[in-house]
């Protein structure tokens, strides 16, 4: 019944490329956390008209910088790569066939964690779950989507040492929409 439905649906991949902002929601004693540029690749596949539920797939690093402001503590680099499957929902605001539209959409998002630049993998919490809200525009074939996410779940495990808190996103992504 659910492929019935999604097959009478209009449906349009959206192969992705971006760039991604990601800092943390501590900072710590001293020094501080700043988001670097970070990137992403992938796609989604939107089902719908008006309304519309777009699943995707990514694989993202996400780059964040501690800045001691000690000459004696190096500054490290956090690059943190993965696997992020947001699940959302959307509406455009003019009709579904116009050449031009303004989309506004949310929700869901997991990140599986597949390599990090500092410490081991096993210290970062994965998945870690994130709620996202964003709006883009569609022009003819061409889409950019700019989107916000805050996570619900730590960066890291143990907390004990080292607590970043969790992670917050800024997205940026532009593609082609390739009607199905």
Known sequence: MIGTAAFSQNLVLKPTIGINFTDFSKQPPSGEYSSQVGWQI????????RF???PGIFYAQ???KY?????SVTDTKFDISGIRIPVGVGIKLFSAEAPINIRAMGGG???FVTSVSDGSKSDYSSPTWGLYAGAGVDFLSLFVDLKYEWSLTNVQKDVSQIDVGKSRSFFINAGFRLPL
């Open 42 to 49: 992938g796609g989604t596949v939107a089902i719908g008209e």
């Open 52 to 54: 519309y539920f777009e």
């Open 62 to 64: 996400k780059s964040s």
């Open 109 to 111: 998002s997991a990140f």
């Open 67 to 71: 800045t001691s402001g000690t000459p």
